[in-house]
T-cell receptor, first 114, second 114 residues
Framework: EPEVTQTPSHQVTQMGQEVILRCVPI?????FYWYRQILGQKVEFLVS????????KSEIFDDQFSVERPDGSNFTLKIRSTKLEDSAMYFC????????????FGPGTRLTVL | KNQVEQSPQSLIILEGKNCTLQ??????????LRWYKQDTGRGPVSLTI?????NTKSNGRYTATLDADTKQSSLHITASQLSDSASYIC?????????????FGAGTRLAVHP
């Protein structure tokens, strides 16, 4: 069964450094999403991406964040200058359509900012 | 503000017993409601999706109900198994922007004991 994959599984970085989290969505899906989950807290929506542009973003997704689909398979989340509070699990998801279709989540990348 | 509230926060049951988890939401406009299962350190996995016109949806031992008038949903787990131990998250879709933005509840942490 096709699945969403994410790399790396765990990323440790120094405060102020740039990180890029990578995701390979399910191949025939058209809608892509990033979520984050701070330890012990609820999952939060960051951004949705369709047709090579951001379709919606939350207040969390500020100028330090960017997303890109550099080729036909990868979907990346870049954090330009990491802060301690960026430490969280970051989940990528994809769906076939943008409305009632199931979003399939990847296993997550645990980001630790020191 | 769009919110999703779940109860109880945590629940312990014995293997083989049934349980019911609750979800109240204030999200409007409302597109659909989903229940996800999230194992510790993993991405959420979809259990059920219901639109506002559906009252009940089953997936094996999981049965979700929805009352769109009172903005309440429940997830009933029948004949629990040890592998049901996980967080169960109620997620309501905000479709106000024309795209799929998921609003997550904090989850109910279920522990099934032998």
């Amino acid at each position: 069964e096709p699945e969403v994959t994410q790399t790396p599984s765990h990323q440790v970085t120094q405060m102020g450094q740039e990180v890029i989290l990578r995701c390979v969505p399910i191949s025939n899906h058209l809608y892509f999403y990033w979520y984050r989950q701070i330890l012990g807290q609820k999952v939060e929506f960051l951004v949705s991406f369709y047709n090579n542009e951001i379709s919606e973003k939350s207040e969390i997704f500020d100028d330090q964040f960017s997303v890109e689909r550099p080729d036909g398979s990868n979907f990346t989340l870049k954090i330009r200058s990491t802060k301690l509070e960026d430490s969280a699990m970051y989940f990528c998801a994809s769906s076939d359509s943008g409305n009632t279709d199931t979003q399939y989540f990847g296993p997550g990348t645990r980001l630790t900012v020191l | 503000k769009n919110q999703v509230e779940q109860s109880p926060q945590s629940l312990i049951i014995l293997e083989g017993k049934n349980c019911t988890l609750q979800c109240n939401y204030t999200v409007s406009p409302f597109s659909n409601l989903r229940w996800y299962k999230q194992d510790t350190g993993r991405g959420p996995v979809s259990l059920t999706i219901m639109t506002f016109s559906e009252n009940t949806k089953s997936n094996g031992r999981y049965t979700a109900t929805l009352d769109a008038d009172t903005k309440q949903s429940s997830l009933h787990i029948t004949a629990s198994q040890l592998s049901d131990s996980a967080s169960y998250i109620c997620v309501v879709t905000d479709f106000s922007g024309g795209y799929n933005k998921l609003i997550f509840g904090a989850g109910t942490r279920l522990a099934v004991h032998p």
